[in-house]
């Protein structure tokens, strides 16, 4: 099935005024960070926090109005879903959605508050499907994929064409990969737009499923990612025809690389991004010698994380950069042995955030106590200096 620019030029018209226009804007921050000139497009800010809008609301549009009356059914771990979701309710037409066991609450409860049934079964993508195609073949529903569909790859399209006309002397564009359905969209603009930008995927290393297809191998794919909406074991044959011949190359990115692109999302550019979203900054991260001194256009696909697990990342990166450690600390159990610790920590400037006192450990004195000191330091060689005036004051560091 073939999508062509004047395809996605239609799309852009046809869902003018339904979508937000998200923003792209140059990123001075990232850029001093990563040694390109970084333009960042916040598809997060759409009103349902994802790119997967334009390509719910396009297919939507194309539905007969006896397909409108029957309604639709999808799997999707949550943007589509949402997607599909609002703007099914603003249409008038009836949504079920399939999510696997798992989802992030924010996204299943953010589905149901925009009118869909939400049906939670199979374990994973793969088993969600199967689902809703028994739900669709049982009711006459209308299955509408996340991504292996024409008219969703269409959609996506529109937001190569407004991030070029936003940022037009981009050199290249990452898109992170799942389905396949915005990097193919986007590939289609772009090169149309510009055909000397080059345009590279993102994948979670557990998902490779893109980059396994274009080696020609079976991917082995599983596994729990912070990037699960791009968790897509096997990715669309139609969007993977459409973009491989586009697509420059395919990064697999660790789980480690979204955490930082994340946290870093939130502490620079002061924006929410999950993980897959951030798949863009975990490429430069984790590879920056290869676009350095690039005008870099990276789509910030979407901003649905679970606050708990925001939390969880961004204290996780505390603890790569040192500024919250644990000191473990042997010494006698007697009246005032912590208050003298905490003494010599506050001198320095640390924060303590936790103590845990262990007197059972067989490889602790009987008369003694293991304490585990949480701090929080300003950065690394405030952590060593903190380190050096336990030591200093006589206390054996067992681990810090």
Known sequence: MTVVFADIQAAQARI???????????????????????????????????????????RLLSLTPEERRRGVVAASAGNHAQALAYHGGRLGIP???????????????????????????GLDFTGSTAEAHRLRDQEGYVFISAFDDAGIVTG???????????????????????????????????????????????EAEMYPSFSARRRGETPR?????????????????????????????????????????VALFATTEKTVAEGAGAGGL???????????????????????????????VLNREMVRERRLIVYRILSDDRPGTLSAMAAVIGDVGGNIIDVVHNRLALDVPAKGAEFDIMVET?????????????KDKGYALRMG
């Open 16 to 58: 003018a005024g339904q979508v937000d226009r998200t923003p792209a804007r140059h990123s001075r921050r990232l850029s001093q960070l990563t040694g390109a000139e970084v333009w960042v497009k916040y598809d997060n800010l759409h009103f349902t926090g994802s790119f997967k809008e334009r390509g719910a609301l396009n």
């Open 95 to 121: 949504v079920t959605i399939v999510m696997p066991e798992g989802t992030p609450f924010t996204k299943v409860d953010g589905t149901r508050g925009h009118g869909a049934t939400v049906v939670i079964e």
């Open 156 to 202: 996506q399209g529109v937001c190569a064409i407004e991030f070029l006309e936003d940022a037009p002397d981009l050199d290249v564009l990452i898109v992170p990969i799942g389905g396949g359905g915005l990097i193919a969209g986007c590939a289609i603009a772009a090169k149309a737009m510009k055909p000397d930008i080059r345009v590279f995927g993102v």
């Open 221 to 261: 794919c599983g596994g729990a990612t912070i990037a699960e909406g791009i968790a897509i074991k096997a990715v669309g044959d139609i969007p993977f025809a459409l973009a491989d011949p586009l697509v420059e190359d395919v990064i697999v990115c660790a789980e480690e690389d979204f955490e930082k692109a």
């Open 282 to 312: 975990a490429v430069l991260l984790a590879q920056p010698d290869r676009f350095k001194g690039l005008k870099v256009g990276l789509v910030l696909c979407g901003g649905n994380i679970d606050a708990r697990m925001l939390a969880v």
């Open 378 to 390: 300003r950065d690394s060689a405030h952590a060593d200096e903190i380190g050096q005036a336990l």
